[in-house]
Nanobody, 118 residues
Framework: VQLQASGGGLVQPGGSLRLSCAASGNIIIVHDMGWYRQAPGKQRELVAGITSDGRTNYADSVKGRFAISRDNAKKTVYLQMNSLKPEDTAVYYC?????????????WGKGTLVTVSS
């Protein structure tokens, strides 16, 4: 199973970005999916998560600014990030809980860098 994230880049404060992460490989079912981030010198933290039936949860720091969604047919999770702040600068990682027919395991994407700076 592979997770390929895209959509990161440099954006000015107040701007927007949309991250995407597609799962591929030997997949029977994709359960929970989510986005995490890790800023320099800090621990990786949960940004947003979404269940297979669309229930979402967010870190307090991004509530009202970020929106997570998914397309189950495409095995893809998205993160719409609005009103970006410099403190949102981090490497963003996607995560998915996948059943491959023999076991359920968590998989990580390689990360995409988001830089918020003027």
């Amino acid at each position: 199973v592979q997770l390929q994230a895209s959509g990161g880049g440099l954006v000015q404060p107040g701007g927007s970005l949309r991250l995407s992460c597609a799962a591929s490989g030997n997949i029977i079912i994709v359960h929970d999916m989510g986005w995490y981030r890790q800023a320099p010198g800090k621990q990786r933290e949960l940004v947003a998560g979404i269940t297979s039936d669309g229930r979402t949860n967010y870190a307090d720091s991004v509530k009202g600014r970020f929106a997570i969604s998914r397309d189950n047919a495409k095995k893809t999770v998205y993160l719409q990030m609005n009103s970006l702040k410099p403190e949102d600068t981090a490497v963003y990682y996607c995560n998915a809980e996948v059943y491959d027919g023999s076991e359920i395991a968590f998989h990580w994407g390689k990360g995409t860098l988001v830089t918020v700076s003027s």
